[in-house]
């Protein structure tokens, strides 16, 4: 019977690994209990905590002979502190739970939280535990928490008849970097790393929030799928000008290689995790927002979307567990 390989996580063991991915880690002054306890102990100075869960899984969210380590780890953190901002809160802390196969190379581990902790740090985030374990293949789940600093949050189910319809961040870049690593191409190198991480307008949630939007959500499925959470929530529908969506360069050139309307992508890819919000008229809406549309009472076909005067039946998007 062999051993673990030399260098892997079988090796190191699971208190070994822990050791090797909490090691030097920054305190946090929300941060009452870090890691090292049964549980993790965080400062809520408002009374209130926003709580949300995200899982990755190596062959469904990403491939590692596409992504480093570094990229997952950062696609992971950003996944569930998107959710915590589209709340219209502050991301404060995450736990994180990771379980790979015991073969897998040690340093490819501390190299995907590495990404994870980079992630965290950009936004004053602190890592205060979580959880390893054996596994077929690589996961990781993050669970975020975040402060509404006082505030009310801001939920799907707000919107109202009249109010603007607004996103901000990228969207279509992830769906459009897939297509490419999907054919075999990697590049242009900018849409390709969009798929390997997202970039997500963190600052855009509280101010939104700070803005008055009435309803928010964050953008992993698609403008379409998601935007459809929000009028069944609202009970309204959606009512989406793809004129008013601009479309970069980027993305235009690579739809043209296909002989395909970039704006699919940036209707119906998801990953890049912007956020879509809607205010009132009368509120000062962010720079970081662009106006796409407005909210309108629904009609006889229900709650729904409507793009360019077409209501879509469709999923307009990712749906989990339908491939």
Known sequence: MTGPEPGSIGELGEFGLIDKVTEGLPAHSHVIVGPG??????????????????????????????????????????????????????????????????????????ACTAGLRAELDDL????????????????????????????????????????????????????????????GFRSPKKLVDAHRFPMPPYAAGPLAAQSGATAMIDISDGLIADARHIARASDVLLLIDSALIEVPDELASAASAYNMDPREWMLTGGDDHALLATFAKKAKIPSMFTVIGEVQAKGAAGPGVIVDGHFVSGAGGHEHFRG
């Open 37 to 110: 306890d049964d549980a993790a102990v965080v400062a809520v100075p408002h009374g209130s905590v926003v709580i949300c869960t995200d899982v990755l899984v190596e062959g469904r969210h990403f491939r590692r002979d596409w992504s480093t380590p570094i990229d997952i780890g950062r696609r992971a953190a950003a996944a569930s502190l998107a959710d915590i901002v589209a709340m219209g809160a502050r991301p404060t802390a995450v736990v994180v739970a990771f379980a790979g196969p015991a073969d897998l190379p040690a340093a490819w581990a501390v």
């Open 124 to 183: 004053d985030v602190a890592l205060v535990g979580g959880d390893v374990t054996s596994a077929d293949s690589v996961m990781i789940t993050v669970t975020a928490i975040g402060d509404l600093q006082g505030r009310a949050p801001v939920l799907r189910s707000g919107a109202q008849s009249g109010d603007r319809i607004a996103i901000a961040g990228r969207h279509g870049w992830a769906a459009a970097g897939l297509a490419l690593l999907s054919r």
